[in-house]
């Protein structure tokens, strides 16, 4: 399955950014139809300036990580160790970090430590390991519970759902999930997914979490990455 959106979004288009005060520069280009002679394409490209990391503000981030044992499988829970691996190489010391595990119940490993204390961030990631059942709802509460308590005003506060999507355990339909985040936005934190893994990806349901919750959603399915940072702390995904 490829959304017309990702397929358009994959490449970088390296169009020119905005001079002077211009907040978007427009680019375009119009060339025959190679299979209609008879019409034209037109391709409008629009962009913007890059964000300066100096001025973006401290981030409070809470990854929500699946580990029931759907999640039990190297493209799973073993790329997505290996993927919040190379965040490690983006945090700031300013930033907040906190994980929440899921799968029965849900367990609090870190809350709100510091960007600056890396070590000990890699050793609760490199400790994750899947079972059990998938309480999506239950991981989802207590990961809104340690972004409010690690609030930052005027920051960046994001749950960051890590997930194959296989909820089983509580509230766990579509409807029901979304009224869920869409409720715990109002308190000025936002949810993202990170999706992983194939067969039983549920992917109508985490995209449905991350609009509801005023976030973005996104596959990860190998470490291949271009030249950008594999998780930028100013993308959209935090704004």
């Known amino acids: 399955m490829v959304r017309l959106e990702e397929f358009v979004n994959y490449f970088d288009y390296d169009y ?11 680019t375009s280009y119009l060339g025959l139809c190679p299979w209609n002679k008879d019409r034209h394409l037109l391709q409008i490209g629009l962009s913007t300036k890059k964000a300066d990391m100096a001025k973006v503000p401290p981030a409070n981030l809470v990854f929500l990580i699946d580990v029931s044992g759907s999640m039990d499988h190297p493209s799973k829970i073993g790329l997505l160790k290996r993927s ?28 709100g430590a510091a960007g600056e204390e890396r070590a000990a961030i890699a050793r609760v990631i490199s400790g994750l390991n ?24 005027s920051g960046i506060n994001r749950v960051i759902l890590a997930t194959d999507g296989d909820f089983n355990v509580g509230v766990s339909g579509v409807g029901e999930l979304g009224r869920l985040v869409a409720e715990k936005r109002k308190t ?15 992917d109508s349901k985490m995209e449905n979490i991350s609009k509801s919750g005023n976030g973005n959603m996104y596959y990860i399915d190998s470490l291949i990455y271009n030249s950008r940072p594999i998780f930028l702390l100013h993308d959209s995904a935090f704004c």
């Open 130 to 153: 899947p079972s059990g059942a998938t309480n999506g709802e239950g991981g989802i509460q207590a990961a809104y519970k340690c972004a409010e308590d690690n609030f930052i005003r």
């Open 188 to 202: 000025g934190v936002s949810i993202s997914v990170l999706g992983f893994g194939m067969g039983n990806y549920k």
């Open 16 to 26: 020119p950014e905005p001079s002077g005060s211009d907040p978007v520069r427009v």
């Open 84 to 111: 919040l691996g190379l965040l490690l190489e983006n945090l700031r010391d300013t930033d907040r970090i906190s994980i929440v595990t899921y799968a029965g119940g849900e367990k609090i490993l870190l809350n």
